[in-house]
């Protein structure tokens, strides 16, 4: 079995260089989880749940800290708008604790969950649960 030997200044090298792709790698994580996930600027997306039924959809949203006086919810062919501002302005450090970089602050709720094809968005309904639990309706097309 041979032996390698390799100089300190080489291992420095390399631990850098490995150092600087783990660092690369976290950033390009954190630019892809910031960017798509959960919020924009300014809007956070609730949370919700989507059940079917065999004459509707029923979705479920959780609109914790919600100004439901401010509740629009829309429907197109294809997708399901849900908007709603918050009762007062929320920071990402709140939720999670100390930021790296810059904190993103929240007004807002708002999210568009795409229909399925046969879901009737001129029958759309919906009620508000305790908790701000947002049941919303979305009738399912008829055979023709």
Not at 7 to 17: A, G, N, T, V
Not at 26 to 37: D, G, N, Q, V, Y
Not at 106 to 133: G, M, Q, T, V
Request: hydrophobic share 35%.
């Amino acid at each position: 079995m041979g032996c390698i030997i390799m100089s300190f200044e080489e291992i420095r090298r390399r631990i850098e260089k490995i150092h600087k792709r783990i660092m690369e790698e976290i950033e390009k994580s954190f630019e892809e989880t910031t960017s798509m996930s959960l919020f924009r600027q300014g809007s956070m997306r609730p949370l919700y749940t989507i059940y079917q039924r065999p004459d509707a959809y029923v979705v479920l949203v959780d609109l914790a800290g919600a100004d439901i006086s401010s509740l629009e919810v829309k429907a197109t062919e294809d997708k399901l708008i849900i908007r709603a501002s918050l009762e007062k302005e929320v920071r990402f450090s709140d939720i999670y604790g100390t930021m790296v970089g810059e904190d993103i602050v929240f007004h807002e709720y708002e999210h568009e969950i795409p229909l399925p094809s046969d879901a009737d968005p001129s029958s759309i309904r919906y009620n508000i649960r305790p908790n701000k639990i947002v049941e919303i309706i979305i009738p399912r097309k008829r055979p023709s």
